[in-house]
């Protein structure tokens, strides 16, 4: 930010008494500006034995696939918004079941919250999505998946279905898209 959002004052950068670190803060009228890491919400929609993805339309990663998830908007629960985002991406109806995983990636300021998610009924491309699409496990296109945390959330399930037990995840991202991810984090089917 240049200017302030309350006065329009120039911002500057520096750290306000009593906290440990840089913000932008108005020397006008005092305002300061916090920025705080962003939540993204999002399911992992099943019927049967398929899974529904989404190739996106919009950058980043125009192409890719992912599961359908995007940022909470204000006033929403973590559920509704992986609702909403599946009915924006896919026109699907989506309900949407327990917490699967939650992903933080500190390099970016983001946290995936991705449910476990029943598909009713059909779907099509919505609004940022070019096709949607139902993926047996072994047609997943992994060498084109959007996301890292998309990528490891989709491995999670399919590694939880094969034994039989969904869980509650909790991974750490901190690798960037095209990038060689860590040997410690699970790896299956992977291209
Ligand atoms: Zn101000």
Redesign the pocket.
Known sequence: MNF??????PLSRRTPPGDDRPRDV?D????IFYENPKIVAGCIPVRAREILLCRRSIEPRSGFWTIPAGFMENEETTQEAAAREALEEARANVHIGSLFCYLNIPHISQVYVIFLGRLDGGFAAGDETLEAAMFTEDRIPWAEIAFPAVEVALELYIRDRRRGAFGTHTVDINWRAGEKRPPDVLSIGGA
């Open positions: 302030c959002g309350k006065c329009a004052a108005c006008t009228c005092g305002a």
